[in-house]
């Protein structure tokens, strides 16, 4: 009875160290998991922010352009160099990214965005700007960095999801509860943001 007992013991012994084993593999394998995806996210981020950065770069040398027309609406142009300055301000740190960090950040940049639009707007009553070289290039870098903005943020809805699904579907939530990974807002779509703007040359 005694040997039966020990043995016992020692069966429970063994499949607690499986037990633990398994755990600790899954746990392992979940945690980089997990990780790996993030950095997923944390990336296409990083070129949401690069695109936004270059459509900011536009904004000097446009502010040249218009200001040579010394009739300009300088009211119109003024707008656009606030909301480039206050998009610029965010700055966002993706890891511990909130809904209402990124409402905030997008609420700038689709200011800046309405800015633009404006602007370029009340240029067409300006021929001789409309048709001003510097103009026409800075429209045309303008219409390809809001494509790639399209495009960014759909890569980056698409990661976050893929990571959120992750870390929500059980047992992975218990992990991702235990190790803090947390869910990733997404971008939400704007009124007419489907819809590129439109390069004027003639």
Same mark, same amino acid.
């Given at each position: 009875?005694?040997?039966?007992?020990?043995?016992?013991?020692?069966?429970?012994?063994?499949?607690?160290?499986?037990?633990?084993?398994?755990?600790?593999?899954?746990?392992?394998?979940?945690?980089?998991?997990?990780?790996?995806?993030?950095?997923?996210?944390?990336?296409?981020?990083?070129?949401?922010?690069?695109?936004?950065?270059?459509?900011?770069?536009?904004?000097?040398?446009?502010?040249?352009?218009?200001?040579?027309?010394?009739?300009?609406?300088? %009211? $119109?142009?003024?707008?656009?160099?606030? *909301?480039?300055?206050?998009? /610029? #301000? &965010?700055?966002?740190? =993706?890891? @511990?990214?909130?809904?209402?960090?990124?409402?905030?950040?997008?609420?700038?940049?689709?200011?800046?965005?309405?800015?633009?639009?404006?602007?370029?707007?009340?240029?067409?009553?300006?021929?001789?700007?409309?048709?001003?070289?510097?103009?026409?290039?800075?429209?045309?870098?303008?219409?390809?960095?809001?494509?790639?903005?399209?495009? %960014? $943020?759909?890569?980056?809805?698409?990661? *976050?999801?893929?990571?959120? /699904? #992750? &870390?929500?579907?059980? =047992?992975? @939530?218990?992990?991702?509860?235990?190790?803090?990974?947390?869910?990733?807002?997404?971008?939400?779509?704007?009124?007419?943001?489907?819809?590129?703007?439109?390069?004027?040359?003639?």
């Amino acid at each position: 009875m005694k040997n039966k007992g020990c043995l016992s013991a020692g069966t429970i012994g063994i499949a607690l160290l499986i037990i633990v084993a398994v755990i600790f593999f899954w746990g392992k394998s979940g945690y980089n998991n997990f990780v790996s995806k993030e950095q997923v996210v944390n990336k296409k981020w990083s070129n949401i922010e690069t695109v936004y950065q270059k459509r900011a770069n536009l904004i000097p040398n446009l502010e040249r352009t218009v200001k040579s027309y010394a009739n300009f609406e300088k %009211e $119109t142009l003024t707008k656009v160099v606030e *909301a480039r300055a206050k998009a /610029t #301000s &965010i700055n966002i740190d =993706p890891t @511990n990214m909130t809904e209402q960090d990124l409402a905030k950040f997008q609420a700038a940049q689709g200011e800046l965005s309405g800015s633009l639009s404006r602007l370029m707007a009340v240029v067409e009553s300006y021929p001789n700007l409309k048709a001003d070289q510097q103009y026409i290039n800075f429209q045309r870098e303008y219409i390809a960095i809001e494509n790639s903005i399209r495009t %960014e $943020t759909v890569y980056y809805n698409d990661a *976050a999801q893929d990571y959120n /699904t #992750s &870390i929500k579907t059980f =047992p992975n @939530n218990i992990l991702a509860n235990f190790t803090n990974f947390k869910e990733k807002p997404y971008f939400k779509a704007e009124a007419g943001a489907e819809k590129a703007p439109t390069v004027f040359t003639e």
